[in-house]
């Protein structure tokens, strides 16, 4: 990742209850994993000194935005922009646990791992819609955003 071979880290979170009798070549793909991707990714980069925490802000927000064509009203901090924001506490020990998320699916692939840094306070368009792990924001308040084809190179 630090090296610049890897534009932009996603997920493909898939928040579909797990059946445990379900064929296996009939399971949906992905997994319930956007409100863990932050931590998990800055403990394994960040923590482990494999990427700097600049080039994480990159690859998980300015990157994807401008590929997208939605920079710099997204992934950016910047007058203008939407001000979606995280604040992340880079000190937090905490322990993942499925009772504490907030997907439909009731289960996480990293239950019970410890973690080092956590976010705090998501904020989307300036409003707090999620604090100390609560969801504040009502559902419908997120907007379609049109976008166009980009010839960006990140």
């Keep these: 990742m630090e090296a610049g071979t890897i534009d932009v880290l996603a997920s493909d979170h898939a928040p579909k209850a797990k059946k445990i009798d379900d064929?296996?070549?009939?399971?949906?793909?992905g997994s319930p994993s956007a409100e863990t991707m932050l931590t998990v990714v800055?403990?394994?980069?960040?923590?482990?000194?494999?990427v700097h925490p600049s080039r994480l802000v990159r690859l998980l927000s300015q990157n994807p935005a401008k590929i997208f064509g939605l920079y710099p009203r997204k992934g950016a901090i910047e007058v203008g922009s939407d001000a979606d924001l995280v604040l992340f506490d880079p000190h937090e020990v905490?322990?993942?646990?499925?009772e504490n998320q907030h997907s439909?699916?009731?289960y996480t692939l990293y239950?019970?791992?410890?973690?080092?840094?956590?976010?705090?306070?998501?904020?989307q368009?300036?409003?707090v819609i999620v604090e100390g792990g609560e969801i504040k924001g009502k559902p419908g308040e997120a907007q379609f955003l049109s976008t166009r084809i980009s010839k960006v190179t990140c």
């Excluded at 905490?94 to 499925?98: D, H, M, P, Y």
């Design 125 to 127: 368009r300036g409003r």
């Design 23 to 29: 064929p296996f070549f009939e399971a949906p793909f």
């Design 104 to 106: 439909g699916a009731g």
């Design 111 to 123: 239950e019970g791992r410890k973690c080092l840094g956590r976010p705090i306070l998501t904020m």
């Design 94 to 98: 905490w322990t993942i646990r499925r």
């Design 42 to 50: 800055y403990d394994e980069g960040v923590n482990t000194g494999r």
